[in-house]
């Protein structure tokens, strides 16, 4: 009996581009709530969690560190914003991942999560608006609701994961993304590593990092599972 493989999924960069929705949600969502429209080329966004983002844009717009609860206000309003955003700008889900996604659930020996700095209910709505939700568990899942480290949403992951499904093996856990952030909290939790490069970030660049596998683009189903098969 082949064991129980779980792969652990970023959002952005890795299985969809939005055009950058998300940005200008929170472009909105600022104008709003401090009448300032935010300088995003002093904004790290790539590879960061949805209140990290919120953290940075507040102290761009008003010149201080946010106060309590101030950036969870302003992640509350780019979610509620973030569906007419997304239907309003041609983005896709990245090939092939669709490919791999319907692959993945058609085998019970493979579980898809998602270890991603959105929110749930960001992540949701991304998901949901491209058609793919459906492929993850949301349940055991973990997102970046309230915690401004990628480490301790993966920690989070971790224990989810061995909550829901016991019968994992460390060495049968993957995580997969675009940034040096999704390649370092993998490796936090004894995960091994894949890094795309169909992010912001070059193979070359995500290499620098070491994770265990790097590739400009996902390969085609076949060639990925037979990667994560160690075949």
């Given at each position: 009996?082949?064991?129980?493989?779980?792969?652990?999924?970023?959002?952005?960069?890795?299985?969809?581009?939005?055009?950058?929705?998300?940005?200008?949600?929170?472009?909105?969502?600022?104008?709003?709530?401090?009448?300032?429209?935010?300088?995003?080329?002093?904004?790290?966004?790539?590879?960061?969690?949805?209140?990290?983002?919120?953290?940075?844009?507040?102290?761009?717009?008003?010149?201080?560190?946010?106060?309590?609860?101030?950036?969870?206000?302003?992640?509350?309003?780019?979610?509620?914003?973030?569906?007419?955003?997304?239907?309003?700008?041609?983005?896709?889900?990245?090939?092939?991942?669709?490919?791999?996604?319907?692959?993945?659930?058609?085998?019970?020996?493979?579980?898809?999560?998602?270890?991603?700095?959105n929110t749930a209910a960001g992540a949701r709505a991304k998901l949901t608006y491209?058609?793919?939700?459906?492929?993850?568990?949301?349940?055991?899942?973990?997102?970046?609701?309230?915690?401004?480290?990628?480490?301790?949403?993966?920690?989070?992951?971790?224990?989810?994961?061995?909550?829901?499904?016991?019968?994992?093996?460390?060495?049968?856990?993957?995580?997969?993304?675009?940034?040096?952030?999704?390649?370092?909290?993998?490796?936090?939790?004894?995960?091994?590593?894949?890094?795309?490069?169909?992010?912001?970030?070059?193979?070359?660049?995500?290499?620098?990092?070491?994770?265990?596998?790097?590739?400009?683009?996902?390969?085609?189903?076949?060639?990925?599972?037979?990667?994560?098969?160690?075949?």
């Amino acid at each position: 009996m082949t064991a129980l493989k779980i792969l652990f999924w970023d959002i952005d960069g890795t299985l969809l581009r939005t055009a950058r929705a998300g940005l200008y949600a929170f472009e909105q969502a600022t104008e709003e709530l401090y009448a300032a429209k935010p300088d995003f080329t002093t904004v790290t966004t790539a590879g960061m969690t949805d209140c990290h983002i919120a953290a940075q844009i507040i102290a761009v717009a008003t010149g201080r560190e946010p106060r309590e609860n101030e950036a969870a206000a302003l992640v509350q309003r780019y979610v509620e914003l973030l569906p007419a955003h997304l239907a309003a700008r041609e983005g896709f889900v990245i090939p092939p991942v669709l490919d791999i996604l319907n692959q993945l659930a058609a085998d019970p020996g493979y579980v898809s999560l998602l270890l991603t700095g959105n929110t749930a209910a960001g992540a949701r709505a991304k998901l949901t608006y491209y058609n793919i939700a459906h492929f993850f568990d949301f349940a055991a899942s973990a997102f970046g609701d309230d915690c401004k480290n990628r480490a301790e949403i993966a920690a989070r992951a971790l224990a989810s994961a061995r909550q829901w499904y016991p019968a994992v093996r460390p060495e049968n856990m993957f995580v997969i993304g675009d940034t040096p952030n999704d390649v370092s909290c993998g490796k936090t939790i004894g995960a091994r590593t894949v890094a795309v490069a169909t992010g912001t970030y070059s193979a070359a660049e995500l290499a620098v990092h070491a994770p265990w596998w790097v590739v400009e683009r996902l390969p085609a189903p076949a060639e990925f599972m037979a990667k994560i098969m160690g075949e």
